[in-house]
Nanobody, 121 residues
Framework: QVQLIESGGGLVQPGGSLRLSCAASGRAFSNYAMAWFRQAPGKEREFVATIMRSAGDYADSVKGRFTISRDNAKNTAYLQMNSLKPEDTALYYC????????????????WGQGTQVTVSS
């Protein structure tokens, strides 16, 4: 069983930056693919980024602005978000699955409660 706790959300102006963290409990963290999804009001939950080893995979909407990383010694995944736009406003969820990284929501077994990111002037 894996429990995930997100942190780092908040209110930021357009063009600003935030770093989200996802702390995972449980063993063998390095064997789990980690991902970030987001859900804006009235919209479906959508893929943002995922990582298994060191290279991340990104949604086109965030490519070049967001960076996903992980620290296996700390059982923590991160999402560095730069050049934020109002359309990035959403509840951001951390997710984990045992095995390879995918961008499909239904592939992930474990989810955090979410952290709110609001981009507004």
């Amino acid at each position: 069983q894996v429990q995930l706790i997100e942190s780092g959300g908040g209110l930021v102006q357009p063009g600003g930056s935030l770093r989200l963290s996802c702390a995972a409990s449980g063993r063998a963290f390095s064997n789990y693919a980690m991902a970030w999804f987001r859900q804006a009001p009235g919209k479906e939950r959508e893929f943002v980024a995922t990582i298994m080893r060191s290279a991340g995979d990104y949604a086109d909407s965030v490519k070049g602005r967001f960076t996903i990383s992980r620290d296996n010694a700390k059982n923590t995944a991160y999402l560095q978000m730069n050049s934020l736009k109002p359309e990035d406003t959403a509840l951001y969820y951390c997710a984990a699955r045992y095995g390879i990284a995918t961008s499909r929501r239904q592939d992930y077994n474990y989810w955090g409660q979410g952290t709110q990111v609001t981009v507004s002037s």
